[in-house]
């Protein structure tokens, strides 16, 4: 038989996704990470970005909301800040936060404001993404 990942995506609000996947495919800074079984140990950031989780025949897709990936022997964790799969995303609510954000990042008011608009209108547009499989 051959082995297989087992993957864990954990949030603040609990656990997301756990089950047996092929491969694993995460954005890190600056570059994209593919885990197969037998990777080496690892911990590494997650951006704000999708998270593929692989099959044979299939591939899930999951809007990760910035974190970290932990690979120990086969088991792969997923922490992340939030996380969502296609069908817990609410489009509405992310088109909202993205033009909410995109306000905020044109009245310029504080960095600290900009940089919070800048946040926030990245995850709105990584859910639209991952939704419309556009990631
Ligand atoms: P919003 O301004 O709409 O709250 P946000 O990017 O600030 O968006 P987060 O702080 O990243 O939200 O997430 C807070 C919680 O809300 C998390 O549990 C996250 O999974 C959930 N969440 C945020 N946006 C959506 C969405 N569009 N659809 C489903 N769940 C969402």
């Given amino acids: 038989m051959t082995k297989k990942l ?3 995506v954990v949030t603040p609000d609990g656990l997301i996704v756990k089950d047996k996947f092929d491969m694993v495919v995460v954005h890190s800074i600056n570059h994209e990470l593919g885990i197969l ?3 080496a140990p690892l911990i590494a950031p997650l951006i704000i970005s999708s998270a593929r989780l692989k099959t044979n025949n299939e591939s899930m897709r ?3 909301g910035g974190g970290f990936i932990e690979v120990d022997r086969d ?3 997923l922490l992340a800040q939030s996380a ?3 069908a817990k995303i609410d489009v509405q609510r992310a088109q909202k936060a993205k033009e909410r954000a995109q306000r905020r990042i044109q009245q310029k008011r504080d960095q600290v404001d900009f940089r919070r608009a800048e946040l926030a209108l990245k995850r709105a547009i990584n859910r639209l993404n991952v939704v419309s499989g556009n990631d």
């Fill in 6 to 8: 087992t993957v864990e």
């Fill in 84 to 86: 969502e799969t296609p």
């Fill in 75 to 77: 088991h792969v964790t």
């Fill in 62 to 64: 999951v809007a990760i």
């Fill in 37 to 39: 079984p037998g990777h």
